[in-house]
């Protein structure tokens, strides 16, 4: 077991709150919050979420944090991605942004491959995006055998900025990747669609199987980045993805209480060019033309008032955390959690309880139920293959 070293001596230090928990990189076991438990829950939890011992039961929402980090992913945090499972007939995947590195954690939750074929894009920053490839040609190998994969996303301000283009151009630029399996894949398999929808309005972008979701303008870096909103059976999960403290998301709030609203936040400037090792002053640029301080998303936990708040893709340090709960905790009293890798949400009517996953460094894929079966047929070789082949009968004879 490899012990967490001490932070560093110029990370800036805090009294923090006691009872948090360390991150589980660094040995912990629990979610990163004071109160794991909003109202009172019908079940028994146990105190770690282990995939699959638990059914997701009709009507629940189970929300996993696949990456909960920043562009520069380490084994400790993979980049941004948000897993919605829906207690529905069709047990639904939905896949809010595929961060580097999200997919290995997808991995560990010992889900049917073959049933994640649905990705909503919250902006195309490379931190979001990345895993789409791995989606998309890796996951066809893993298991996905009958069904493409559906992509939604915001337009730009011009064409070649939105979601349409870049989902376009990743299909034409894996061309080499699909024709290599293509005789031994079905057809649909190769599909990888787009439905693009305007960025600059609050709107219904799907509806299906009892879910619905809803995008809403975000503040972040250029125009063309949502946020989401996803309602199914009386529950309601709400998506920041990357923005500053915004109105439309506040506005895409109303109507009825938000379960869970998992809002982006960076650690304060000072922090930021400590851990980043820039500038303080390029830390501020950073943190305020783009993203959400502590405090900022303290004020939007108070506008909205969820029942459960979390924050995301903050780098998350057993030093930096209490601070961060400092700032907050000077503007938001509500329950908050930090979230890391593998936070596991359970959204019912009766109860919002929040949990650490332990799960396996190399699970098996789970393949799922396929629609029709595998092909078995090798690819045809290219000729000059055989003079290039080392022949192996010699080897291959050996008892
Ligand atoms: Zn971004
Ligand atoms: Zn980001």
Not at 64 to 77: D, E
Not at 176 to 193: G, M, N, P, Q, Y
Not at 217 to 227: E, K, N, Q
Request: net charge negative.
């Amino acid at each position: 077991m490899v012990r967490y070293m001490p932070a560093q001596e110029e990370t800036p230090q805090s009294e923090g709150l006691p009872g948090l928990p360390d991150p589980t990189f660094a040995g912990g076991k629990r979610a990163i919050t004071t109160d794991p438990v909003v109202g009172s829950p019908d079940r028994t939890y146990p105190e770690v979420f282990v995939p699959g011992e638990e059914e997701l039961e009709d009507g629940e929402l189970r929300v996993t944090v696949l990456g909960s980090g920043n562009p520069w992913v380490t084994r400790a945090q993979a980049s941004g991605s948000i897993l919605v499972e829906v207690g529905n007939r069709e047990r639904d995947l939905l896949i809010f942004d595929l961060g580097t590195g999200s997919l290995a954690n997808f991995a560990s939750l010992k889900l049917p491959v073959n049933a994640l074929d649905k990705v909503f894009i919250t902006h195309l920053h490379a931190d979001h995006i990345a895993d789409l490839i791995t989606l998309f040609g890796s996951y066809r190998k893993s298991g996905r055998v009958d069904r493409g994969v559906k992509v939604w996303g915001p337009s730009g301000s011009e064409e070649r900025l939105g979601t349409k283009h870049f989902v376009e151009a990743i299909r034409e630029a894996c061309q080499w990747d699909s024709d290599s399996t293509r005789s031994i894949h079905a057809a649909e398999s190769f599909d990888l669609s787009v439905d693009e929808f305007d960025y600059s309005q609050t709107q219904v972008i799907y509806e299906e199987n009892g879910v619905t979701i809803s995008s809403f303008p975000v503040i972040h870096a250029l125009s063309g980045a949502v946020g989401y909103r996803i309602d199914f059976a009386g529950l309601s999960f709400v998506h920041s993805g990357d923005t500053r403290p915004g109105w439309p998301l506040v506005r895409a709030c109303e109507g009825s209480t938000i379960d869970l609203l998992i809002h982006e936040c960076f650690p304060p400037a000072q922090a930021i060019a400590t851990s980043m090792d820039m500038p303080v002053e390029r830390a501020e640029v950073v943190l305020n033309q783009a993203h959400t301080s502590p405090r900022g998303a303290g004020k939007v936990f108070d506008l909205v008032k969820p029942r459960m708040a979390g924050l995301w893709h903050t780098v998350v340090t057993p030093a930096g955390t209490p601070l961060i709960f400092d700032e907050l905790r000077k503007v938001y009293e509500g329950p908050v959690v930090q979230t890391q890798d593998l936070t596991v949400f359970n959204l019912t009517r009766e109860a919002v309880v929040v949990r650490q996953a332990e799960v396996e460094a190399q699970p098996r894929p789970v393949p799922g139920t396929p629609r029709s079966e595998p092909k078995a047929r090798p690819p045809a070789q290219p000729d000059w293959w055989e003079d290039a082949l080392i022949p192996l009968d010699d080897v291959n004879s050996l008892p």
